[in-house]
C-alpha cells in the first residue's frame, strides 16, 4: 500500500511539473510577446514623438514670420491706399471723374481694404485704375484708345483680371454678362449694376 501511494503521488507530481513546466512556458511566451508588442509601440511612439518635435519647428519657423509677414500686409495696404488717394487728387475732374461728387470716397476705400484678396477685388481696383485714364465713351467701342460702352468696358476689365467672358453668339454683351453672373438682392462694392432697356 504503502508503495502504490508512493507511485501515485510520484505520478501526482509529475503531472503537477509537467504543468508547472507548461504554465511557465506560457508565462514566458506572454512575457517575450509583450516585450516585442511594446518594443513596437515604444518604436512608434518615439517616431510620432520626432513627427510632432518637426511639426513643432515648422509652428515655430512659420510663427516667426508672422510679424513680417504682418508688417508687408500692411505696406501693401498703405501702397494701395496712396495709389487710389493719388488717383482722385490728381485727377482734374472736368475730364475724368473717378467719383462722383455724393460719394463719401473714405467709405469707398475702407470696403475695398476689407474685402477679401481674390478676383472680386483685383478686378474692382483694375476698374478703379482704368477710370484714371481719359477714355472715351464710345457706342460699340472695344478698346483703351478707341473708347468703350459700358458692357465693354465690364469685359476688358474682366479679361484683365483673368475672369473669362463668354459671349453668346447675336446676344448682347450686358445680356451675355447677365447670363454668366449671378443676381444679388444687395449690390455692393464690386457688384456690377445692369439697367435692363427694353
Known amino acids: 500500500m504503502m508503495q502504490a501511494d508512493l507511485q501515485a503521488i510520484e505520478r501526482a507530481s509529475k503531472r503537477a511539473a509537467r504543468v508547472s513546466a507548461i504554465g511557465g512556458l506560457i508565462v ?12 513596437t509601440i515604444e518604436k512608434e511612439v518615439q517616431a510620432k514623438k ?15 514670420q508672422i510679424p513680417q509677414l504682418t508688417h508687408q500686409v500692411q505696406d501693401l495696404g498703405q501702397t494701395q491706399d496712396g495709389i487710389l488717394d493719388f488717383l482722385t487728387t490728381v485727377t482734374d475732374s472736368k475730364s475724368i471723374n473717378i467719383l462722383d461728387p455724393d460719394v463719401d470716397w473714405a467709405s469707398v476705400k475702407q470696403s475695398i481694404e476689407k474685402m477679401p484678396h481674390g478676383m472680386r477685388k483685383q478686378t474692382l481696383l483694375n476698374a478703379i485704375l482704368l477710370a484714371w485714364k481719359d477714355i472715351p465713351f464710345t457706342l460699340g467701342g472695344k478698346s483703351v484708345t478707341a473708347g468703350f460702352d459700358s458692357p465693354s468696358f465690364m469685359a476688358f476689365v ?3 483680371s483673368k475672369v473669362p467672358v463668354e459671349r453668346t453668339p447675336g446676344v448682347r ?26
Open 28 to 39: 514566458l511566451g506572454s512575457i517575450i510577446y509583450s516585450f516585442i508588442h511594446i518594443t
Open 50 to 64: 520626432a513627427e510632432i518635435h518637426a511639426l513643432n519647428n515648422e509652428v515655430t519657423a512659420l510663427q516667426a
Open 158 to 160: 474682366l479679361s484683365k
Open 173 to 198: 454683351l450686358s445680356d451675355s454678362l447677365m447670363q454668366q453672373f449671378h443676381q444679388v438682392d444687395q449690390p455692393g462694392l464690386g457688384i456690377w449694376c445692369f439697367i435692363k432697356v427694353r
